[in-house]
């Protein structure tokens, strides 16, 4: 074994939809970071910790770095950006398969003023020629100075136990910041309420983009028997967007209920009543009183 013991925090930016938040779970062995193949899912920072015998990396998982259109917007920018000031490591990712963009230039622009050393994470290489790789990795490589450039499969798990070893011998000795045993240092109710919102993605597909805020109002343990009772509120922007995540005779609300209550469970490891209201909140992503009471404080940052 190792005499030193190595530890760290280490930021994963890139362009939304690059395969962050798979990467982060693949890493943690369970999901807390939600995945949907839209754009901006991610909006807090998720911080995953991992932990091996002579190390822990603590992952934190950015919003995907975009042009802001709103409020909401402006802060996950913000949240996206600060945290290349706080960190030991820069993971940045990309996805091979899309290559080279605008946005990957607007974020080599925002690391060029960081002193924290970067590696440039070539995500989705299960989908792309080899040469095709070469090709891009060559692009890159003009382009900033990276600490090393490693490619990936997230999804496929190719590669990703190089990267942690790599990242690992970056890293400076440091103390055990979190118990072997935990996986992130969000409370549960975050975790419970972006797993609601990961079904509303999935289930409402482009009809109800990011104008989904979930709110839980209570959870706690019923005395008597071993089940936990959640009731959390969906928000949305407009009344047409109420009725389609309640679908007919309410029955996508029921689907994700059922499904959200199954992933919860799991997360819990005991049985959950989960009831579900949802709420119209006329543009709630451009008010900063509503982002405040859902969550997205900017003093936090």
């Not at 000795?173 to 797993?195: C, K, W």
Request: hydrophobic content about 40%; aromatic content about 8%; cysteine-free.
């Amino acid at each position: 074994m190792n005499s030193t013991y190595k530890s760290g925090f280490i930021s994963i930016i890139g362009r939304p939809n690059v395969g962050k938040s798979t990467f982060l779970n693949r890493v943690i062995g369970q999901k807390i970071a939600i995945m949907s193949d839209k754009p901006q899912t991610t909006r807090n920072k998720v911080q995953g910790v991992y932990t091996k015998e002579d190390a822990q990396m603590i992952f934190i998982d950015t919003p995907g770095i975009h042009k802001p259109k709103h409020k909401l917007g402006d802060f996950m920018m913000k949240v996206a950006v600060n945290t290349l000031r706080e960190v030991d490591l820069v993971l940045f990712m990309v996805n091979a398969e899309e290559g080279y963009g605008r946005g990957d230039e607007f974020i080599i622009e925002k690391l060029k003023g960081t002193q924290t050393p970067v590696f440039l994470v070539m995500n989705k290489i299960d989908r792309v020629h080899p040469d095709q790789l070469m090709e891009l990795i060559d692009q890159y490589k003009d382009l900033y100075p990276f600490s090393e450039i490693i490619p990936i499969s997230a999804l496929e798990g190719n590669n990703v136990e190089r990267l942690l070893d790599q990242i690992e011998e970056n890293l400076p000795e440091g103390p055990q910041y979190y118990p072997a045993d935990q996986v992130t240092d969000h409370p549960e109710r975050f975790i419970v309420s972006e797993l609601i919102r990961e079904k509303v993605l999935h289930l409402t597909r482009e009809e109800v983009p990011h104008s989904i805020a979930v709110v839980i109002d209570k959870m706690e343990r019923r005395e008597d028997k071993d089940i936990i009772n959640v009731m959390a509120t969906i928000v949305v922007e407009r009344d047409s967007q109420k009725g389609i995540v309640i679908g007919k005779r309410g029955a996508l609300l029921k689907e994700i209920g059922q499904r959200a209550r199954h992933d919860i469970e799991n997360l819990l490891g005991s049985q959950v009543f989960l009831e579900l209201w949802v709420k119209v909140q006329k543009d709630w992503r451009n008010k900063a009183s509503n982002l405040r009471d859902f969550g997205f404080r900017e003093d936090e940052y």
